[in-house]
């Protein structure tokens, strides 16, 4: 059984610590760098990518956090994960730091104001049974992506029509919306699986 660690500065981690779970995976949260040395993979929750990157340079763990995606270590990042895994970001903070790794421009508070929540049908490449519901909340969306980084999903409605909202590049996976709320595990079962294959 796969040792599957949640970032745990800030953000939604009880809710991907249960959704592991459900998806076969001991979960366990990291806070130091000692914690991180023991997981076999990484989720990084939705929250608040600001504070996020603020207490992983207090903490002493972006370092390593950048250390073990360099070397390897399987990461998802949901929503503010999203934009801790980009490797560029648009109306980031000045001082916001990302972790990186995946080769994609990721713009911060993409659907506006006007649409902080909203809720659409996903079609996932890879995730079998029909279309997720994606959950988004002050989401970021993708940008662009580089030639190493495959697009999983894109939305298929609505005002922002066409925008990509899911990537994966090796190991890495990040979605702007947030599976982890939804009782929906595929997505975490699809990453469950990217760590046993690592
Ligand atoms: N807007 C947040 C950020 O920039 C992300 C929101 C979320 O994770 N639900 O970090």
């Given at each position: 059984t796969p040792?599957?660690?949640v970032l745990a500065l800030q953000g939604d981690v009880r809710e991907h610590t249960i959704a592991l779970a459900e998806a076969d995976a001991l979960a366990r949260?990291?806070?130091?760098?000692?914690e991180l040395a023991e997981v076999d993979g990484l989720v990084i929750p939705g929250g608040e990518s600001t504070t996020m990157s603020k207490l992983a340079v207090a903490f002493g763990l972006l370092g390593p956090l950048?250390?073990?995606v360099a070397a390897g270590m399987p990461a998802y990042g949901s929503c503010a994960g999203m934009i801790m895994l980009a490797d560029k970001i648009l109306d980031g903070r000045e001082d916001q730091e990302t972790i990186g790794g995946i080769d994609m421009i990721v713009r911060r508070n993409?659907?506006?104001?006007?649409?902080?929540?909203?809720?659409?049908p996903i079609d996932f490449t890879g995730i079998e049974g029909g279309p997720l519901q994606g959950v988004f909340i002050r989401a970021p969306w993708v940008e662009s992506v580089g030639a190493s980084a495959e697009v999983l999903a894109r939305l298929t409605a609505g005002p922002a029509q066409g925008h990509i909202v899911?990537?994966?590049?090796?190991g890495l996976l990040a979605t702007s919306f947030h599976p982890e709320l939804t009782g929906d595990h595929r997505v975490h079962?699809?990453?469950v699986d990217m760590v046993r294959a690592a």
């Open positions: 040792v599957i660690g949260p990291v806070r130091r760098p000692e950048r250390e073990r993409a659907f506006g104001r006007q649409n902080e929540s909203f809720e659409s899911a990537v994966r590049q090796g079962r699809l990453f």
